[in-house]
């Protein structure tokens, strides 16, 4: 079992890095921005709200090529696996349009979610020219899935690194218009932004098109490169749940965002400290969640069940860990994390106060992440997709809200909600697939 817990690590080492490399250039963006005035900060922070749940949305869509891919590797079917990268492709490319031309083109509603005025027309055409950039950053996700899928993640992660140069660069020519460049200010980092994910997009896709280890699959356009219905309906079939579990886990968020907000600012804030602390250490989990259902997908393409019920062990046992070091360091680090983005007296004691619930909630979420994610290496997406809405838009945020403003504890209500959800959602994905690898059959029906 220590093997095969080395073996996803290794493989999950690089997906992590590449994730956390695409959040520094979401920070990159509001620092640079942040130096001109709070106003083009603030007009940042509302359109990265306002895209986000498209944005993951269309996420979780990709997540459907790494999985198929993946199975067809494990079968050592070059066509299949080339079959489903352009099948996965086409339909990604859709997705990625009609989300991009759904915030287009749906840019007044930025006038409507009682903003300062002034925050919201900077938002418009910043969120015009994000909106366009949707576009290649999902196609650019598809093709990472793809190299994902073939267990090669370090492709996509050096891509990832490199867009942190190229996008600084570019912010720094067009925010502040410098070498003679006009001074775009906000719009000059959304140009950096298209700009760099165009750049990183394409260089994947070259390499994905001539290098050596992608040959045999590509080779096989002329044979495979064809849209067929029942293919399209595999990938749909793990596409639109993943889709639909990743956005209700941030409609959650954002709901509970919403529900604080409504207590007061110092609330608010004290609860956007504790959950930018959370979502960092969440990354880890989801690297060893997708490394891990990557490598039981491909045992299930051969269908090898000792094998997937050891990935899938072994993988539960390293995310147990993992959430217990993040809640120590969390409780050892209470008093002090505040204090890199607040000084404010109120808001550093309410945050460490929230960080102690963040510290519980921590081997909850990396356990229930990493039991979605087995569950979706084995093709089994429906069941979970309801337990996770249950858990949390019946368990969380339902139980949060009572705590809160019934049960007289606030913000540290909410939070309580969110440790009862992702627990609940931990047990019954963990279990049903322990329940499941016992059977050892070799189709399952969700």
């Not at 031309?101 to 903003?115: E, N």
């Not at 001074?183 to 165009?198: D, P, V």
């Not at 259902?293 to 046992?317: E, H, M, Q, Y």
């Amino acid at each position: 079992m220590k093997t095969e817990a080395f073996k996803t690590i290794r493989l999950a080492l690089p997906i992590i890095i590449g994730e956390l490399a695409q959040m520094a250039l979401h920070i990159i963006d509001t620092a640079m921005v942040g130096s001109i005035n709070y106003k083009q900060l603030a007009a940042v922070s509302l359109v990265f709200n306002a895209m986000n749940i498209p944005f993951v949305i269309g996420i979780g869509m990709t997540i459907s090529v790494s999985q198929m891919v993946s199975m067809a590797h494990g079968q050592n079917d070059a066509r299949q696996v080339s079959h489903y990268l352009y099948n996965g492709f086409c339909i990604c490319a859709l997705t990625a349009l009609l989300i991009s031309f759904t915030l287009f083109f749906g840019k007044d509603i930025l006038f409507h979610l009682g903003q300062d005025p002034e925050v919201a027309t900077l938002a418009v055409p910043f969120m015009q020219l994000m909106g366009i950039s949707i576009i290649p950053m999902l196609l650019f996700m598809t093709l990472k899935q793809f190299t994902d899928g073939l267990e090669q993640t370090r492709t996509a992660m050096l891509f990832s690194l490199a867009a942190m140069p190229i996008n600084i660069f570019i912010n720094w020519l067009l925010i502040y218009g410098n070498w003679g460049f006009p001074r775009l200010e906000l719009l000059g980092a959304a140009w950096g932004t298209l700009i760099t994910r165009t750049v990183i997009t394409l260089a994947l896709g070259a390499v994905i098109l001539t290098h050596h280890s992608y040959k045999k699959y590509i080779q096989l356009r002329k044979e495979e490169w064809y849209l067929r219905r029942s293919t399209i309906q595999e990938l749909l079939h793990i596409g639109v749940p993943s889709s639909l579990q990743v956005g209700m886990e941030a409609g959650a968020f954002a709901v509970s965002g919403i529900i604080i907000g409504t207590i007061g600012a110092v609330a608010q804030a004290s609860h956007q400290i504790a959950l930018s602390c959370a979502s960092a250490t969440f990354m880890v989990s989801m690297g060893l969640a997708q490394a891990g259902s990557i490598r039981v997908s491909n045992a299930f393409g051969r269908s090898d069940w000792p094998l997937i019920a050891t990935i899938g062990k072994s993988t539960l046992l390293t995310a147990l860990a993992y959430g217990v070091c993040c809640a120590l360091g969390f409780v050892l680090l209470k008093d002090h994390l505040p204090h890199f983005f607040n000084s404010n007296a109120e808001v550093v004691s309410l945050a460490s106060m929230l960080l102690l619930f963040a510290a519980i909630f921590q081997i909850s979420d990396a356990t229930q992440a990493i039991g979605a994610g087995l569950l979706r290496g084995i093709k089994d997406v429906r069941t979970p997709t309801l337990l996770i809405a249950v858990a949390y838009w019946v368990v969380g945020i339902p139980m949060g809200y009572w705590f809160a403003f019934h049960g007289g504890m606030g913000a540290s209500g909410m939070w309580l909600g969110f440790i009862s959800g992702l627990t609940f959602a931990s047990i019954f994905l963990i279990a049903r697939f322990l329940r499941m690898s016992k059977r050892n059959a070799p189709v399952l029906v969700s």
